[in-house]
């Protein structure tokens, strides 16, 4: 089995930051990638970024050159570094982790708050 735990959620005015944090543990081999999604109210979970085993990155659109995801191998860790944050980014934030085959993997969500 695997655990995520992420930490860093937090309430920010617009046009601050906040950076996210989720540690995996358990059975952590043969990892795809790591990445964050997010869920507002009312609305379906969506991607945020992601990172692959080869430190590909994908992002959404609506973060990119705003949001910035890494990875520390031996930490087993994957952080986003969020800046210039805005009210729609209010959402509850999962990390995830992908083993292919071995299986998919959520945290239990940290909830970020922008306040214009």
């Known amino acids: 089995q695997v655990q995520l735990v992420e930490s860093g959620g937090g309430l920010v005015q617009a046009g601050g930051s906040l950076r996210l944090s989720c540690v995996a543990s358990?059975?952590?081999?043969?990892?795809?990638?790591m990445g964050w999604y997010r869920q507002a109210p009312g609305k379906p979970r969506e991607l945020v970024a992601t990172v692959t085993n080869i430190s590909r990155t994908n992002y959404a659109d609506s973060v990119k050159g705003r949001f910035t995801i890494s990875r520390d191998f031996p930490k087993n860790t994957v952080y986003l570094q969020m800046n210039s944050l805005k009210p729609e980014d209010t959402a509850v934030y999962y990390c995830?982790?992908?083993?292919?085959?071995?299986?998919?993997?959520w945290g239990q969500g940290t909830q970020v708050t922008v306040s214009s």
């Open positions: 995830n982790l992908d083993r292919g085959r071995y299986g998919n993997y």
């Open positions: 358990g059975s952590i081999f043969s990892i795809n990638s």
